[in-house]
Nanobody, 117 residues
Framework: QVQLVESGGGSVEAGGSLRLSCVGSGNFFRPNAMDWYRQAPGKERELVATSTRDHTTSYVDSVKGRFTISRENAANTVYLQMDKLKADDSGVYYC???????????WGQGIQVTVSS
């Protein structure tokens, strides 16, 4: 069984910052990809940022220069530092982990981020 627990969400005014954390535990092998997704009301879930085990990262264009993804492999933890937040960044944020051996992907339960303009 695999569990991903997100924390750090909440409400903030536009221009503010939040830092999300996601800790993985359970039966998986050395995560390869650890990613952040988000889903706004009425919209499809979108990939926001990705990180690989060697710390290679990528971002959706709308957050480049404002969000930073990082991870601690030994702790099976991934972070998302979100700066200069905009109202459009509001939504439920989910972390995802890929098992390096089986390539199974696991989701966290999601955490709400609300940015008021």
């Amino acid at each position: 069984q695999v569990q991903l627990v997100e924390s750090g969400g909440g409400s903030v005014e536009a221009g503010g910052s939040l830092r999300l954390s996601c800790v993985g535990s359970g039966n998986f092998f050395r995560p390869n990809a650890m990613d952040w997704y988000r889903q706004a009301p009425g919209k499809e879930r979108e990939l926001v940022a990705t990180s690989t085990r060697d710390h290679t990262t990528s971002y959706v264009d709308s957050v480049k220069g404002r969000f930073t993804i990082s991870r601690e492999n030994a702790a099976n933890t991934v972070y998302l530092q979100m700066d200069k937040l905009k109202a459009d960044d509001s939504g439920v944020y989910y972390c995802q982990l890929e098992d390096r051996f089986t390539h199974n992907r696991y989701w966290g339960q999601g955490i709400q981020v609300t940015v008021s303009s």
